[in-house]
């Protein structure tokens, strides 16, 4: 990289064209062998199809029919099991490899092994060929591997004349000697591109030399100028080209040269005659120092006993010319100072003694205000738990009447109930003098059917033998039927007894009826008298709510009031302590008084300033409590 910045532009041109000349032939190349590859792929797949069709043709002209018989494959009368003349004769033909399977093995090949004997016997081994033909039933092209070197290889089935696949025709060429031939090809045509990359490349450089010679001149020439050789002549000025216009430029930037060093001369004579004007000016410069230094000496002072608060404090020298407005500006704001701090002390005499006046009135108007909240705090606090008690007795009211009138309802229901039970033992005892009318029917058909069975009885007696058996079941319906009277009589003597006892209850259940209807009555009165406690309890709760709630209002306003009052104290005190310091810092400043016996005391025995002066130095301000 360093030897490429440190090369001449002719140099840097022939080697970037080099380089652009090589990657236009890599590029070209590359394109070749892309275009080469695609031709021989297309040339392997041409060839091959032309072996498949000659093998075929070999094949079939020993027989249009294939089949597999006694374990062996056959093309007509032709055994095609170990006949190597065929795949042999269809090497001579068309080159290559050829194989024949029988199923997935081979029968005939000319494919060797490694000791040179043919591979005949040996499987397809597993993969895409295998499952193309065996899985699929499909043709397979492509390359493959044929016994450890890759084959393009075209696979066929042969099928019977049922159409099942009973062997395999297979031919292929060896991929090596395809790409061989690739790569001699390609390595004549790298060859021949380099060779033609040089010979472009030496020509060029030799062309960019003669080209850009005119540039090393102007180089040579531009490093004479920059040294400040401006009598260098500059060559190419008439070319018409890119060249001439550098030229140009350069005697351009010669003529700039010159002018700028004649440039260079008449400013250094304007210098010589600028040095001797400020000589002159310099003594001039000293007097009107001179005359600044007494200005600034007698503004000095006077700033000095202005810092030190005397404001009697005024400017006696005099000033000349344009320094004597600043001695009657200076006298004249100091005069207006001295009345504002004559003004101060007069206004912070009055605000202190005001402030004083209104912190008392103020700190007594805070004590009465916080007597007047405790009261009302107080008051407050007795309201709030009589609202409570009459609350507690409002709720106690409600919760009474909403028991009473649980109980109404509840006496209401039982009423109803009482009514309902009522009903239903008088269905019960109509339901028990019916059933008692049906066990009278019973024991009459009872009656009846002993009857029919006695007759019975006496009718087989007469029948003599032959009415034996009709006599036996008489029996039997005799005895049925007093059993049945029998039954009939405790069930209607149970039937009296539970409409007995139905009647007593229903004697009892209105008994019943009539006491709870005079419950009801007593409590609609006791509801009457407890809602109108309650409702009295809750004015009364709402009325000690509206009073709670306007002395609590009051209290409000008097708490407002109290914390105004202690902030008016606070602001009276701030307002005291903040007159205090102004008082204690315009002590400090020593002013003309008109009347001497102000009360002020003075630091010391007074300055004497001039026929009818006095000073004096306040007092501290004493600070608020």
Not at 83 to 109: C, K, P
Not at 121 to 127: D, E, M, Q, R, Y
Not at 397 to 413: N, P, V
Not at 456 to 466: D, F, Y
Request: glycine letters at 8%; charged letters at 25%; hydrophobic letters at 45%.
């Amino acid at each position: 990289m360093r030897i490429l910045r440190s090369a001449s532009l002719a140099q840097k041109i022939s080697v970037a064209n080099l380089i652009g000349l090589a990657v236009l032939a890599a590029v070209l190349l590359a394109l070749y062998q892309y275009a080469l590859s695609s031709y021989a792929n297309h040339q392997s797949q041409q060839r091959l199809s032309t072996t498949v069709a000659v093998a075929w043709d070999v094949l079939k002209r020993q027989g249009d029919d294939f089949r597999i018989s006694d374990g062996k494959i056959f093309a007509g009368a032709t055994e095609l099991n170990g006949r190597s003349d065929l795949v042999d004769h269809m090497y001579e033909l068309v080159g290559g490899v050829a194989t024949v399977f029988m199923g997935d093995v081979r029968v005939a090949t000319n494919v060797k092994n490694a000791d040179g004997s043919r591979a005949v016997g040996t499987a397809l081994a597993p993969g895409p060929v295998h499952d193309a033909l065996f899985k699929a039933g499909q043709s397979y092209r492509g390359e493959a591997d044929v016994l450890g070197r890759m084959y393009f290889t075209a696979y066929d089935p042969i099928r019977d004349k049922a159409g099942a696949m009973i062997g395999v025709l297979v031919v292929g060429q060896l991929e090596s000697e395809t790409h061989a031939q690739i790569a001699d090809i390609q390595t004549r045509a790298l060859s021949i591109a380099l060779l033609i990359v040089l010979c472009v490349g030496a020509a060029m450089l030799g062309l960019s030399s003669r080209m850009f010679a005119p540039l090393a001149q102007l180089r040579a020439t531009m490093t004479r100028i920059s040294s400040d050789d401006l009598d260098a002549t500059v060559r190419g000025v008439e070319r018409g080209d890119d060249i001439g216009d550098m030229a140009r430029t350069v005697g351009q930037f010669r003529l700039t040269a010159l002018e700028k060093a004649t440039l260079n001369r008449e400013n250094e004579r304007q210098r010589t005659a600028a040095e001797v004007e400020r000589a002159g000016a310099e003594s001039e410069r000293r007097r009107n120092e001179a005359e600044q230094t007494a200005v600034v000496a007698a503004l000095a002072s006077n700033l000095v006993k202005i810092a030190d608060c005397d404001l009697t404090a005024r400017i006696e020298v005099d000033f000349h010319g344009r320094y004597e407005q600043i001695k009657l500006d200076f006298n004249a704001a100091i005069a207006r100072l001295e009345e504002t701090i004559l003004s101060v002390v007069t206004g912070v005499r009055t605000i202190t003694a005001g402030s004083q006046e209104i912190a008392a009135a103020s700190d007594d108007l805070s004590r009465r205000t916080e007597q007047q909240a405790s009261s009302l705090e107080e008051s407050t606090a007795a309201l709030r738990e009589l609202e409570g008690d009459v609350d507690k007795t409002a709720k106690s009211a409600t919760k009474t009447k909403d028991a009473i009138t649980l109980a109404k309802a509840g006496a209401d229901e039982s009423i109803a109930v009482v009514r309902q039970a009522s009903a239903a033992m008088d269905r019960i005892l109509g339901s028990s003098q019916h059933v008692a009318q049906i066990i009278g029917v019973i024991d009459e058909i009872a009656f009846q059917t002993n009857l029919l069975a006695l007759n019975a009885g006496v009718e087989a007696a007469r029948a003599g033998s032959a009415g034996s058996g009709f006599a036996v079941v008489a029996s039997e319906v005799r005895i049925l039927a007093q059993r049945s009277t029998e039954a009939a009589k405790e069930i209607k003597g149970l039937i009296s007894q539970s409409a007995s006892d139905v009647s007593k209850g229903v004697e009892l259940v209105g008994a019943t009826g009539e006491a709870f209807a005079r419950i009801k009555d007593q409590i609609s009165i006791i509801d009457g008298g407890v809602a109108e406690i309650a409702g009295r309890a809750v004015e009364q709760s709402l009325t000690i709510k509206q009073v709670n709630l306007a002395i609590f209002e009051i209290d409000q306003t008097t708490q407002q009031n109290a914390s105004m009052a202690e902030e008016a104290t606070a602001a009276c005190q701030s307002l005291a302590q903040a007159s205090g310091q102004l008082a204690h810092t315009v002590r400090e400043f020593i002013i003309r008084e008109p009347d001497v016996d102000s009360g002020l005391e003075g630091r010391g025995a007074p300055r004497s300033k001039g026929a009818g002066k006095a000073t004096a130095h306040f007092t501290r301000v004493p600070r608020a409590a």
